[in-house]
């Protein structure tokens, strides 16, 4: 399992074995379970709010296209075959097929973006990392809303109201985080490794 990339991972584990690799998937896979289970239920709504999406900009940016991939669809995986790994600790199937589907697909695709924008080092200045951030999380709700309205056979104007509005405040909020946090810590690193 080889990851080659200019991720911060690459750069902390500029040799990293199968083992460390496999290693930071199970982290991965766990931290995005975890920030899952941070859900707040929108009434009207079947679409909870929820911090998965702070861990695929994390997950994304910090571990590159190929492992970040990996990371987000083992994490679909466990769940699929029976792990509490979705929010409120459900899981199964049908949260793929169901009205979440859309997110979750749109989650893995914005990691695998997200890594490439990473592996171009767009995560580590401000004025590139906060519009990485920004296409990212259009990406899983671009998914997310076009599943959504298909699912449900709703018209958009509920689609949007129960799909992205309630969202909007907390996905800015994720956005500065992560694209802020991100050229800090390359900041860090650098230092540490002249």
Same mark, same amino acid.
Do not use: C
């Given at each position: #399992?080889?990851?080659?990339?200019?991720?911060?991972?690459?750069?902390?584990?500029?040799?990293?074995?199968?083992?460390?690799?496999?290693?930071?998937?199970?982290?991965?896979?766990?931290?995005?379970?975890?920030?899952?289970? &941070?859900?707040?239920? &929108?009434?009207?709504?079947?679409?909870?709010?929820?911090?998965?999406? !702070?861990?695929?900009?994390?997950?994304?940016?910090?571990?590159?296209?190929?492992?970040?991939?990996?990371?987000?669809?083992?994490?679909? !995986?466990?769940?699929?075959?029976?792990?509490?790994?979705?929010?409120?600790?459900?899981?199964?199937?049908?949260?793929?097929?169901?009205?979440?589907?859309?997110? !979750?697909?749109?989650? #893995?695709?914005?990691?695998?973006?997200?890594?490439?924008?990473?592996?171009?080092?767009?995560?580590?200045?401000?004025?590139?990392?906060?519009?990485? #951030?920004?296409?990212?999380?259009?990406?899983?709700?671009?998914?997310?809303?076009?599943?959504?309205?298909?699912?449900?056979?709703?018209?958009?104007?509920?689609?949007?109201?129960?799909?992205?509005?309630?969202?909007?405040?907390?996905?800015?909020?994720? &956005?500065?985080?992560?694209?802020?946090? #991100?050229?800090?810590?390359?900041?860090?690193?650098?230092?540490?490794?002249?």
């Amino acid at each position: #399992m080889s990851f080659p990339a200019s991720s911060l991972r690459a750069q902390v584990f500029p040799r990293s074995s199968a083992l460390t690799n496999a290693t930071l998937v199970a982290g991965g896979t766990i931290f995005l379970a975890a920030l899952a289970q &941070i859900a707040i239920p &929108i009434p009207g709504s079947p679409v909870p709010v929820t911090g998965q999406t !702070l861990g695929v900009l994390l997950i994304g940016t910090t571990y590159g296209a190929g492992l970040g991939l990996t990371t987000f669809a083992t994490y679909l !995986l466990a769940g699929i075959a029976g792990a509490p790994v979705f929010a409120g600790a459900s899981y199964g199937i049908e949260k793929i097929t169901g009205a979440t589907g859309g997110y !979750l697909f749109g989650m #893995m695709v914005s990691t695998y973006l997200l890594g490439l924008l990473a592996n171009r080092r767009l995560d580590q200045r401000f004025l590139t990392a906060l519009p990485s #951030m920004l296409l990212g999380t259009l990406t899983t709700f671009t998914f997310g809303l076009l599943w959504l309205a298909h699912f449900t056979r709703k018209d958009w104007a509920w689609t949007i109201n129960a799909g992205l509005t309630p969202f909007i405040f907390g996905e800015i909020l994720k &956005i500065v985080i992560a694209g802020t946090s #991100m050229p800090l810590l390359w900041r860090f690193v650098n230092n540490r490794q002249r």
